[in-house]
């Protein structure tokens, strides 16, 4: 889980240990790739310090085939797959997940899906 988080957030430039904490909380695909988890940005730089070797030889072709519109387009694709957002939005029910930076519940979230859906 976390190679996927620091990895998404080297690929949408956010670097910083506490941006990407924050955004576990408040982005939908660092929650999903997170599994609703939260890690604490000093867990995210430890992580990162004691991997760092393994995680250099990682981060480059990854990151240069999602340097390309096509790819990052690709990416949030299978992100946003029904299927996915389904298993999220079940995974963050059973962990009873607070609203996040929107302010939106998850008891909210069905009806606003309905809603725009229908339009």
Known sequence: MMVRVLLYGY???VYSSR?????TWENVAFRYLSGNAHPNHDTLAEFRKRHLE???GLFPP?????????????????VCERENLKQALQQV????GSP????MTVEELPRLSATALAS
């Open 100 to 103: 996040g930076i929107d302010g």
């Open 19 to 23: 941006k990407i904490e924050a955004r």
């Open 54 to 56: 393994a995680l250099a």
């Open 11 to 13: 690929a949408t430039g």
């Open 93 to 96: 029910k059973a962990n009873q």
């Open 62 to 78: 990854t990151v240069h085939a999602l340097e390309s519109p096509a790819g990052t387009h690709q990416l949030m694709e299978e």
